[in-house]
């Protein structure tokens, strides 16, 4: 059974740092993990998708890396803005499955 | 725009008492799944739909029923809720299961 782990489960920087969340998986054996973003009373906004066979997808000051083998992943976010707090999400989706599990996010503040 | 609705956004009724919670999306999508998200437990899926009239079961399918008679729309039914299903809920849909998930607003459920 696939489960996602996610670590810390809060996070708290000054504006402008670089920073890293990092996701993991059990199972290797997956099709693809998906990043988002929830915000408080809000759904979730998808960042980034990043198929098994990438290595790394990027959009903006975001970079998803993905080590399928170790079962990990990492969401970089560059020169962090008050605007990005915000709870991130991590879900996966394994070979052969429809559904995505999720990991029970980190919940990053970025302070003025 | 882009998008899925979900209505009500927020809801308190009692415990036995019908409701319906409807998700539309105007993306021409396939794929169309309800997830609820409680803390501690996180994200988890109650029913998906592959396509028209095509639903089945997710990992907390109890008390929930679905239907899919239109591509765009994918109602949760609550027959007779009860306390437990107190939760806030989100919809969701993409072109293939595999593809990127967009989701809804969320609609939080109160049962007393």
């Known amino acids: 059974k696939q489960e996602v782990t996610q670590i810390p489960a809060a996070l708290s920087v000054p504006e402008g740092e670089n920073l890293v969340l990092n996701c993991s998986f059990t199972d290797s054996a997956i099709y693809n993990l998906q990043w988002f973003r929830q915000d408080p009373g809000k759904g979730l906004t998808s960042l980034l998708l990043?198929?098994?066979?990438?290595r790394e997808q990027t959009s903006g000051r975001l970079n998803a890396s993905l080590d399928k083998s170790s079962g990990r992943s990492t969401l970089y976010i560059a020169a962090s803005q008050p605007g990005d707090s915000a709870t991130y999400l991590c879900a996966v989706r394994n070979q052969g499955a429809q559904k995505l599990v999720f990991g029970q996010g980190t919940r990053l503040t970025i302070n003025p | 725009e882009a998008q899925v609705t979900q209505n009500p956004r927020y809801l308190i009724t009692v415990t036995g008492k019908k409701l319906t919670v409807t998700c539309s999306q105007n993306m021409n999508h396939e794929y169309m799944s309800w997830y609820r998200q409680d803390p501690g437990l996180g994200l988890r899926q109650i029913y998906y739909?592959?396509?028209?009239?095509?639903?089945d079961k997710g990992d907390v399918p109890e008390g929930y029923k679905v239907s899919r008679k239109e591509k765009r729309n994918f109602p949760l039914i609550l027959e007779s809720p009860s306390p437990n299903q107190t939760s806030l809920y989100f919809c969701?849909?993409?072109?293939?299961?595999?593809?990127?998930?967009?989701f809804g607003p969320g609609t939080r459920l109160t049962v007393l």
């Open positions: 969701a849909s993409s072109w293939k299961y595999t593809d990127t998930q967009y």
């Open positions: 990043i198929q098994s066979s990438q």
């Open positions: 739909s592959m396509n028209v009239e095509v639903t």
